[in-house]
């Protein structure tokens, strides 16, 4: 069973070619996405690698979580389902319509 971990306080300048090849010391990685910005296509600071099993994940986040990267102190742990987030009111908060 697959297994994504979250990877927070990357380097703005990570790619996910650098991730994948930092982190497949602890196993095999099945895919890497670094979360980037929509408007300006620059890294948000985070980003998610999955592997191809638990025990891979598990020692990935032993031996990464709080160890520097590219200059950067990451936070590695198991990433949890995104949750529900209330509707964005663009209206300015008044219903004009």
Not at 16 to 21: A, D, K, S, V
Not at 41 to 68: L, P, Y
Not at 79 to 87: G, Q, V
Not at 90 to 97: A, C, K, M, P, S
Request: proline share 2%.
């Amino acid at each position: 069973m697959a297994k994504k971990l979250y990877v927070g306080g990357i380097s703005y300048n990570t790619t996910e070619e650098g991730l994948n090849g930092y982190f497949s010391q602890a196993g095999t990685v099945s895919s890497v996405t670094v979360i980037k910005d929509k408007m300006t296509g620059r890294s948000k600071g985070f980003g998610f690698v999955e592997f191809e099993n638990d025990a891979d994940a598990d020692k990935a986040v032993e031996m990464f979580n709080g160890k520097e990267f590219e200059g950067r102190t990451l936070t590695v742990n198991e990433a949890r389902p995104m949750e529900e987030r209330p509707k964005r009111d663009f209206n300015g908060g008044g219903n004009r319509y």
